[in-house]
DNA sequence: GTGGTCTAGACCACT
DNA sequence: GTGGTCTAGACCACG
């Protein structure tokens, strides 16, 4: 489910940080679902435990997890996460983003349509 | 013109990076003007002269900048740079930044918004 | 009576232990009561009596409760339990977060005031 | 300047943060004073740079310290520290352990002296 | 079996 | 030289 590249020049733990967010950004995990133990997630990705465990504490900073001792690591509840700060950020590297898209070409219309497609299934949820 | 912030933990050659990039974008700076020299630079800033090189190698490798030897580091001219790749990955990361907001809460309005705001000056320039 | 996080990362066992030290100190569990059976308690709260087991024998030997085997559990009274070093424990962990409170800009009026609502009760007891 | 006791049972990378943390606070380490890089200390203490680096991001995460990648570690300056939500922790903390001393008899006055004893210094500083 | 801590030793990026 | 990442392997606490 998550695919790592230990060429990219990426870490690793980062790479599964974004792996494991993007599936329950996409609703693949949903809150309260158990995910792979750090161990398990090592043997299958062939990464040693302690990266896999430095990913889920990143995880858990950011709120996207929790960790039960002796239980293993669950998906949060979206409405218990703290937004704040973190939403100011994701805007400002957006702006940037897109200024970037603007300066290279890419017209309003061009970003408007993608902004369409990641919102599509908005009701589905 | 440029803030560096050493405690960000944001490397300073990536920071002197995305200022002048940005002076590029936001049309401060113009196609085949002079930027400072790489002492220069490093005097104002108080910087190694070694980080801000690697800086202005990067900016050419990223077809922001163009050096003539001898003579100094000149902005290119937006019609010269490749885009292709740079741009599929600039979306890439723009989809991944807003499916993020969005999961956040942030509504399809708000981030139009934000788009308009950004594409606001497109008739002036 | 005794609410459990398991998302909090306190191990379960010492939840249950200041739960019920709480409730000891605030007096609603008062000397000679009898407190519930580890599987009682196990049951309520949906807990291994393991666990409770393991919490009940740390607050026997903290002085808190005593065991009388074949009959249960019960509230120690106030005093049959040793200080001395309990206190002098306690006293250098109010000063550690003290002096923290006070590094954060907390002034002294505030502490104060804080010790005056925890002691208003003193002589209704 | 800092002891460790490895047969506490408390982790080393804890003592190291409340030992650093009490010399910030102590004010003995200064705003942007440089703190003994992770191998230094590691050799120091005769631990691990890897436990002294896990306890230099806790630092960082608290807010206490800064990296500067390349240079070393430094203390931040207080007035940048974001309080809140840790304000109320610790008052929480300090709320339990005095209603715990009260329960096991020590008086409101010696409380008191406890509070003007560490803000003696007030004026001092 | 689960996560948490720790060590020893290695390699890389930044300044 | 500094911090950042990663591995391999070990031991402990929790439930």
Do not use: H
């Not at 669950?74 to 996460?81: A, G, R, T």
């Amino acid at each position: 489910m998550i695919n790592i590249d230990v060429k990219s020049g990426v870490p690793i733990y980062e790479q599964i940080v974004e792996g494991i967010k993007n599936l329950i950004i996409k609703n693949v995990l949903k809150g309260d679902e158990k995910i792979p133990s750090v161990r398990e997630l090592g043997r299958k990705l062939t990464i040693n435990p302690n990266t896999i465990q430095k990913a889920y504490r990143e995880l858990e900073y950011q709120g996207y997890i929790y960790t039960v001792i002796g239980r293993g690591n669950f998906v949060s509840n979206q409405s218990e996460k703290p937004n704040g700060k973190k939403v100011t950020e994701l805007i400002d590297q957006a702006v940037k983003i897109i200024e970037e898209l603007r300066y290279l070409g890419i017209d309003k219309r061009e970003v408007e349509d993608l902004i369409s497609e990641i919102y599509v299934n908005e009701a589905g949820e």
